[in-house]
């Protein structure tokens, strides 16, 4: 990599990536799962990994008239 005001010695690069579930009842679940990279660009080796994953539950309210 040349552009830019200097030469980077690091790269850092990413993943996203969702998916919803709904239910009849209306309920709802939301995944979302990341995932980093950090890789040296001299020798394109990654020098670290990580993931995470996380899950937010909605429930349906119930409305009464």
């Not at 993943?15 to 239910?23: I, V």
């Not at 309920?27 to 990279?37: A, C, G, L, P």
């Given at each position: 990599m040349q552009s830019g005001v200097g030469k980077s010695d690091f790269l850092l690069?990413?993943?996203?990536?969702?998916?919803?579930?709904?239910?009849l009842g209306g309920?709802?679940?939301?995944?979302?799962?990341?995932?980093?990279?950090l890789v040296d660009?001299?020798?394109?080796?990654?020098?670290?990994?990580?993931?995470?994953e996380t899950k937010r539950k909605t429930e349906a309210s119930v409305i009464y008239r």
């Open positions: 690069t990413g993943e996203l990536s969702a998916l919803s579930k709904a239910s309920n709802r679940s939301d995944y979302v799962i990341m995932s980093f990279q660009i001299a020798s394109n080796e990654i020098i670290w990994e990580e993931g995470y």
